[in-house]
């Protein structure tokens, strides 16, 4: 079997990715400053606001058709998107495919997590549940009837936010949580990724830990450190095949939104360091627990009620070839998660795809996006006919005055 180290011109580029090293900066931006809309090339505009220390939000939306005349369509009925990142190395940049199809749809919000090595002193811990409360954050400034998508890692984290929101403030709640690939209960379906994960203990994992100082503030921090993420990867692409595995295969024959600017190569070869007490905490929350993070869902050590998702729809995404959360990890709870009458919980199931073919390339727009938009249209639909019926009975519910007369 062949792999992209047999290429010249390939490994000439992941060999230099290599010596360049994983050592990132803050941040990798989006270069998303156009899309195509109805054939035609609309500016993107991009703003951002701090959620904590280790994060931002991103918000990403179309600029008027024409500078004299927005177009009505522009100003009503927008959808907003929030896009959840994992947060396990790679740059949020990760999702720019994602939010390049989703902007035609509706504004765009993207949670961004920032290398640990350059913010250290604003962040003496960060751990899983610290993560969670960014999430939780995220939604909330999004706004009340948006739609969450979250990828991989982040699926768990994700979910807990939106039932602590649901159970809290109802109102306040997302409309739709589509879960893409999220390993939520990885031993109701094992996979080659969570198997190689479990084989090692906690303490396993703490070893490969290293103390790390910050360039901006000369402080000492114990990290994942992002170079060793990057050698697993280069070992990993050493042995796949271009033509046969689905990561080799994006990256020698890049169908993404605008590789030109931001190559998958990139994207998947960029790193940032980790802070040590999430690498853990994420690890045994995840996958060291037999029913996974969120069965039952925890954040801070309170137990969040699975009754805070009744109120809003559910789907499952998953990629029929995914080797990284098998199909069956993410429905697993998503099934068995209670619903209000009338909110959906769907199970889409994508034959052909891996996991990074989900969320990148040409797969993600083709085959992805298409079934995601088709079941968030249909959550919008439901809203739609339920606040017309509760209108209706409103309407015809006798007024205080009337009964009292009566």
């Not at 050493?238 to 994207?267: N, V, W, Y």
């Given at each position: 079997?062949?792999?992209?180290?047999?290429?010249?011109?390939m490994?000439?580029?992941l060999?230099?990715?290599?010596?360049?090293?994983a050592?990132?900066?803050?941040?990798?931006?989006?270069?998303?400053?156009a899309?195509?809309?109805?054939?035609?090339?609309r500016?993107?505009?991009e703003?951002?606001?701090?959620?904590?220390?280790?994060?931002?939000?991103?918000?990403f939306?179309?600029?008027?058709?024409?500078?004299?005349?927005?177009?009505?369509?522009?100003?009503?009925n927008?959808?907003a998107?929030?896009?959840?990142?994992?947060f396990?190395?790679a740059?949020?940049?990760?999702?720019?495919?994602?939010?390049?199809?989703l902007?035609?749809?509706?504004?765009?919000?993207?949670?961004?997590?920032?290398?640990v090595?350059?913010v250290?002193?604003?962040?003496?811990?960060?751990?899983?549940d610290?993560?969670?409360?960014?999430?939780?954050r995220?939604?909330?400034?999004?706004?009340?009837?948006g739609?969450?998508?979250?990828v991989?890692?982040?699926?768990?984290?994700?979910?807990?936010?939106a039932?602590?929101?649901g159970?809290?403030a109802?109102?306040?709640?997302p409309?739709?949580l589509?879960?893409?690939s999220?390993?939520?209960?990885?031993?109701a379906?094992?996979?080659?990724?969570?198997?190689?994960?479990?084989?090692?203990?906690?303490?396993?994992y703490?070893s490969?830990?290293?103390?790390?100082?910050?360039?901006?503030?000369?402080?000492r921090?114990?990290v994942?450190?992002?170079?060793a993420?990057?050698?697993?990867?280069?070992?990993?692409?050493?042995?796949?095949?271009?033509?046969?595995?689905e990561?080799?295969?994006?990256?020698?024959?890049?169908?993404?939104?605008?590789?030109?600017?931001?190559?998958?190569l990139?994207?998947?070869?960029?790193?940032m360091?980790?802070?040590?007490?999430?690498?853990?905490?994420?690890?045994?929350?995840?996958?060291?627990?037999?029913e996974?993070?969120?069965?039952?869902m925890?954040?801070?050590?309170?137990?969040i009620?699975?009754?805070?998702?009744?109120?809003?729809?559910?789907?499952?995404?998953?990629?029929?070839?995914?080797?990284?959360?098998?199909?069956?990890?993410?429905?697993a709870?998503?099934?068995?998660?209670p619903?209000?009458?009338?909110?959906?919980r769907?199970?889409?199931l994508?034959?052909?795809?891996?996991?990074?073919?989900?969320?990148y390339?040409?797969?993600?727009?083709e085959?992805v996006?298409?079934?995601?938009?088709?079941?968030?249209?249909?959550?919008?639909?439901?809203?739609?006919?339920?606040?017309?019926?509760?209108?209706?009975?409103?309407?015809?519910?006798?007024?205080?005055v009337?009964a009292?007369?009566?």
């Amino acid at each position: 079997m062949t792999s992209l180290m047999y290429d010249p011109w390939m490994a000439q580029r992941l060999w230099r990715r290599l010596l360049v090293g994983a050592n990132q900066p803050l941040r990798l931006g989006f270069a998303l400053d156009a899309v195509i809309v109805d054939g035609a090339s609309r500016l993107v505009r991009e703003e951002s606001a701090p959620l904590g220390p280790l994060a931002t939000l991103r918000r990403f939306r179309l600029t008027p058709a024409t500078d004299a005349a927005p177009c009505a369509a522009d100003a009503a009925n927008r959808r907003a998107f929030l896009l959840s990142p994992p947060f396990s190395g790679a740059y949020s940049v990760i999702l720019r495919d994602m939010a390049a199809a989703l902007l035609p749809e509706g504004d765009v919000y993207v949670i961004e997590w920032l290398n640990v090595a350059r913010v250290l002193d604003a962040a003496p811990r960060f751990d899983f549940d610290d993560q969670i409360e960014m999430i939780w954050r995220a939604i909330r400034r999004m706004g009340p009837g948006g739609h969450v998508v979250s990828v991989c890692q982040a699926g768990p984290p994700t979910l807990i936010a939106a039932a602590a929101l649901g159970a809290e403030a109802p109102l306040a709640a997302p409309a739709s949580l589509s879960l893409m690939s999220a390993p939520l209960q990885p031993s109701a379906a094992p996979s080659p990724v969570s198997e190689c994960i479990q084989a090692q203990s906690l303490e396993w994992y703490r070893s490969r830990l290293v103390s790390r100082v910050s360039r901006e503030t000369g402080a000492r921090r114990w990290v994942y450190p992002a170079d060793a993420q990057l050698r697993l990867m280069m070992s990993t692409l050493a042995a796949q095949s271009p033509t046969k595995d689905e990561l080799s295969r994006l990256i020698s024959r890049d169908t993404g939104d605008a590789p030109h600017r931001l190559s998958f190569l990139e994207m998947v070869t960029a790193y940032m360091d980790l802070p040590g007490e999430h690498f853990l905490s994420s690890l045994e929350q995840i996958y060291m627990s037999p029913e996974g993070a969120v069965s039952p869902m925890r954040w801070r050590g309170v137990e969040i009620p699975a009754e805070g998702l009744r109120g809003i729809a559910l789907s499952a995404v998953e990629g029929g070839e995914d080797r990284v959360a098998a199909p069956g990890q993410t429905t697993a709870v998503v099934d068995v998660v209670p619903a209000a009458e009338g909110v959906s919980r769907r199970r889409i199931l994508v034959d052909g795809l891996g996991h990074f073919g989900l969320f990148y390339g040409a797969g993600w727009r083709e085959k992805v996006a298409p079934r995601l938009l088709g079941f968030i249209r249909s959550v919008e639909r439901a809203r739609a006919r339920r606040a017309t019926a509760t209108a209706r009975a409103l309407e015809a519910a006798p007024t205080m005055v009337e009964a009292v007369r009566a």
